[in-house]
């Protein structure tokens, strides 16, 4: 166990997916993998709809929860809003964080003006009237 704690990240990276890659070999192997297409694809589908293990079947389906508690996307917008309210207060929301590339803005050196990336970079810097003019 301790010689697993001292491997890199990118040793245990590449040791996952070596073990995935034989993993696959034997579900294909087999004829189990669900990506060999075809009859294959149909059985195992099948099968897992049989059984009850499907993703889509009975309580396996998160939505299927989330739609019994009112709180999925579609049903109930003002629920979804204050989540995105709460993300964007908390500083997970991405594309309201200020890192986004869209909340950017940009100064033109010649003329002061201020803009979004791509108006700026096409019309400004060395493209702008104010430098051409001078």
């Known amino acids: 166990m301790s010689d697993r704690m001292n491997l890199s990240t990118e040793e245990k990276s590449r040791i996952a997916s070596i073990n995935g890659k034989i993993q696959s070999s034997k579900r294909v192997a087999a004829g189990t993998h669900p990506w060999q297409g075809g009859e294959v694809s149909r059985r195992v589908t099948k099968d897992r709809l049989s059984n009850g293990t499907h993703n889509l079947v009975g309580s396996n389906n998160p939505s ?71």
């Open 64 to 134: 299927h929860k989330r739609v019994k508690e009112l709180t999925h996307n579609f049903q109930n917008k003002e629920w979804s809003r204050e989540k995105a309210k709460k993300q964007i207060a908390a500083g997970k929301n991405v594309f309201a964080s200020a890192d986004n590339p869209a909340f950017i803005k940009y100064t033109c050196q010649y003329c002061n003006k201020i803009g979004g990336k791509n108006g700026m970079m096409r019309w400004h810097g060395i493209n702008c009237k104010s430098y051409l003019l001078s």
